[in-house]
């Protein structure tokens, strides 16, 4: 395939940035490239052109160096929640990646970051809190706290109804010994209205005879 040496206007990733001479196909060149002047021939003429290339090339560097800088302090003082539906133990339905936190990133805070910059060593595949690394720029890296909650409902934490709910075992032996106790009380009282009653039938023979035999 022919090659043809071009100079880069435009940064172009992983091909080269403003001022770059660089070799590419010729259809590429021919196609894409010089239609959308992101490159320009190499031409005696385009050579004079290289210095103000040099010189656009540098501001747009020291202008992201700058932004990234100051996302990376940004971003080391936010805690990006991902809430996600989980099973056992707190694992997922799935993994949190990169472009997840990206996303929640744009969606949380209005902040577009590229999924290529957030380093995960392995994706996460639990609940709990995570620091993840952060490849800002060629000389800028920052980290962001990362909280993956899980929006399933622990089972422990399910009401039960009042009505038919069922006693813990202490609560369930408290009220049968109080039961036990009230009935009891029950059969004191009306065993002493039985004796009560029982002496005051007694008593009442042994007075009519004290009445006959003042009467005679």
Excluded: W
Excluded at 10 to 34: H, K, M, P, T
Excluded at 56 to 79: D, V, Y
Excluded at 93 to 106: N, Q, R, S, W
């Amino acid at each position: 395939m022919a090659k043809t040496e071009v100079i880069l206007t435009q940064n172009i990733v992983g091909l080269g940035g403003e001022s770059d001479n660089v070799r590419v196909a010729a259809g590429y060149a021919r196609n894409y490239l010089f239609p959308h002047r992101l490159a320009v021939p190499v031409t005696s003429a385009n050579k004079r052109q290289i210095e103000a290339l040099k010189q656009r090339r540098a501001e747009r560097e020291a202008h992201e160096f700058n932004t990234m800088t100051e996302l990376s302090k940004a971003l080391s003082k936010l805690i990006c929640v991902i809430k996600v539906k989980t099973g056992d133990e707190g694992k997922l339905f799935g993994a949190v990646t990169a472009g997840m936190i990206a996303d929640e990133l744009k969606h949380q805070f209005d902040i577009v970051l590229d999924k290529k910059k957030i380093h995960l060593e392995h994706a996460f595949r639990n609940t709990g809190d995570y620091e993840v690394e952060l490849n800002l720029h060629q000389e800028v890296k920052g980290t962001l706290k990362v909280r993956v909650e899980s929006t399933t409902p622990a089972a422990a934490l399910t009401e039960v109804p009042t009505e038919g709910k069922p006693h813990s075992e202490k609560r369930g032996k408290r009220q049968d010994a109080e039961k036990a106790e009230a009935a009891d009380t029950k059969a004191k009282g009306a065993k002493a209205e039985k004796t009560d009653k029982g002496e005051k039938a007694a008593k009442a023979p042994k007075a009519d005879k004290k009445e006959k035999a003042k009467a005679e």
